[in-house]
């Protein structure tokens, strides 16, 4: 219920940010009642789970200590082993793959992981725990930790496997997105390095008097249009640009890259009916067939004939090469280098990416947190009999609380500790597939500020969580 309540005002937030229409999204049954049957079977798995096994105890058990936990299920560590395996396999399949599914192969890998360190927390909370030896004369506050984790690892375990998520999730999330701001506008740089670019300030696009006094030697004012074209599939629009550059095209031809050449069934010689804006069909003959080039464009036509046919076609931005731009530059007009031009291109997907992301990890984070205060409540829940040896032995309330709230301080830093782990192998791999697309070198980037807030949250309502129960365990 509070799911459903709380979709209003996220969508709210999206609406506010530009991320979607405002418009009136209809609620579904069929998501709604997926997503509900799904929390409660989970939840009833999970409680039978461990009323199987607590019925498996010997009648006398609950009357007294039968010393240390028996550790981890062996289901639970066979289901982590195979989810480390398999979050393995698709983190290096995620270096391999190129396009779109490269993001979804790394939220996989980073899911099974993030499966795997919270099957297997138990484990490795007890190995860490027992790692050298206690040294006499020790704190004993520090010693009590050890003790505790060491002697009860599954209890640890409730704290940090949700700390594993939320924070796993956050940094891999949040690493995608900085990731790929990192990743596009370096290789847009890339394609652009030598040039700068030229744009008019505050209005839609260069006039051509402005286009005209931007057109010194090795220039690029491109001119864009949208023709009507005959294919195989009947007529399609298409996007072409016009340029006055004479050695590529010419009045009456037209230059096409190879995928537009083989989709519209033309080759070099052939003649290709355009419609332009005005409704004008002119013949243009295909001068060239020519490779890919992003700069250059998939259907050229000269400027003029775009001009003639589309007076209210603008040039948006004019590619120049460094130094060239003549002095003093057109009044209105702004400059901006190969850097500068692509980060502000990017601008709008990076924040949108960002809001997204943010939201997501902000769930993230939040589901973490309420993982912890109940793990921490249901584990100092059933220490009361330990607890209470301790203020037999003389131990204080204050000194009792801040064990506890150390041990669960502790398992929610192993926790985030983890979770940062299990995030780095998908992020390094989309760092890898991203720096075979674009061709520049890119490096994971981790996003700092949601890997602090996720994993600080954590920290903080464990060590909170943990010494209320305690307070209330041992209150007089």
Same mark, same amino acid.
Request: with cysteine; aromatic share 2%.
């Given at each position: 219920?509070?799911?459903?309540? =709380? ?32 929390? %409660? ?17 010997? $009648? ?8 240390? *936990? ?17 979050? %393995? ?19 996989? @890998? ?21 790692? *050298?030896?206690?040294?006499? *004369? ?12 060491? +002697? ?7 704290? %940090? ?6 924070? &796993? ?9 900085? +990731? =790929?701001?990192? @990743? ?30 931007? !057109? ?40 096409? =890259? ?9 080759? #070099? &010689?052939? +003649? ?7 409704? #004008? ?48 530059? $057109? ?32 769930? =993230? !984070? ?10 921490? #409540? ?19 309330? &204050? ?6 709230? @150390? ?23 989309? !760092? ?11 490096? $994971? ?9 996720? !994993? &600080? ?20």
């Amino acid at each position: 219920m509070l799911a459903v309540v =709380s979709a209003a005002p996220l969508h709210a937030v999206l609406v506010a940010a530009d991320a979607v229409r405002p418009a009136r999204v209809p609620a579904v049954a069929g998501p709604l009642a997926v997503a509900g049957a799904a929390g %409660v079977l989970l939840a009833v798995t999970g409680g039978l789970a461990a009323a199987r096994r607590a019925a498996r105890g010997a $009648p006398l058990d609950v009357v007294h200590d039968t010393g240390p *936990g028996r550790g981890p299920a062996r289901g639970r560590l066979v289901g982590g082993l195979l989810a480390l395996a398999a979050g %393995v396999l698709l983190a290096v399949r995620t270096a391999a793959v190129t396009g779109d599914g490269r993001v979804g192969l790394a939220l996989s @890998a980073g899911a099974a992981l993030v499966v795997a360190s919270a099957l297997l927390a138990p484990a490795l909370v007890g190995v860490l725990a027992r790692a *050298g030896t206690a040294r006499p *004369g020790g704190r004993v506050t520090v010693a009590l930790v050890r003790a505790e984790l060491g +002697t009860n690892p599954e209890r640890a375990g409730a704290v %940090v496997a949700p700390v594993v998520v939320a924070v &796993g999730f956050a940094v891999l999330l949040g690493g995608l997105v900085a +990731t =790929s701001a990192a @990743a596009y506008p370096a290789q847009r740089t890339a394609q652009l390095a030598g040039q700068v670019t030229v744009e008019r300030d505050g209005t839609p696009g260069l006039p051509d008097d402005v286009a005209r006094a931007l !057109a010194v030697p090795g220039a690029r004012i491109p001119l864009p249009t949208v023709l009507v074209v005959g294919g195989p599939a009947g007529p399609t629009a298409v996007d072409a640009v016009g340029t006055a550059d004479p050695g590529l095209v010419r009045p009456g031809e037209v230059v096409l =890259s190879t995928p537009t050449a083989d989709a519209l069934g033309l080759a #070099g &010689g052939a +003649t290709l009916d355009a419609r332009f804006a005005d409704g #004008g069909v002119v013949p243009l003959r295909v001068a060239r067939v020519l490779p890919p080039d992003e700069r250059r464009g998939d259907l050229v036509v000269d400027r003029s004939q775009v001009r003639a046919h589309d007076p209210a076609a603008l040039t948006r931005t004019a590619f120049l090469p460094a130094g060239a731009v003549p002095d003093p530059a $057109p009044p209105g007009v702004t400059v901006r280098d190969a850097a500068a031009y692509a980060a502000a291109e990017y601008a709008v997907d990076a924040r949108l990416t960002g809001l997204l992301a943010t939201l997501l990890v902000a769930v =993230s !984070a939040g589901y973490g947190a309420l993982g912890v205060a109940a793990g921490v #409540g249901a584990a100092t829940g059933t220490r009361r009999a330990d607890l209470a040896v301790l203020v037999a032995a003389g131990a204080t309330r &204050g000194r009792i609380v801040a064990t506890v709230a @150390a041990e669960t301080g502790a398992a929610a830093t192993l926790g985030s500790l983890l979770g940062l782990a299990v995030a780095v192998p998908p992020l390094a791999a989309v !760092a890898s597939g991203l720096s075979a697309a674009t061709g520049t070198a890119v490096a $994971p980037v981790p996003d700092v500020g949601v890997t602090v807030l996720a !994993a &600080g949250t954590c920290v903080l309502v464990a060590v909170l969580a943990g010494a209320v129960t305690a307070a209330r365990a041992v209150r007089p």
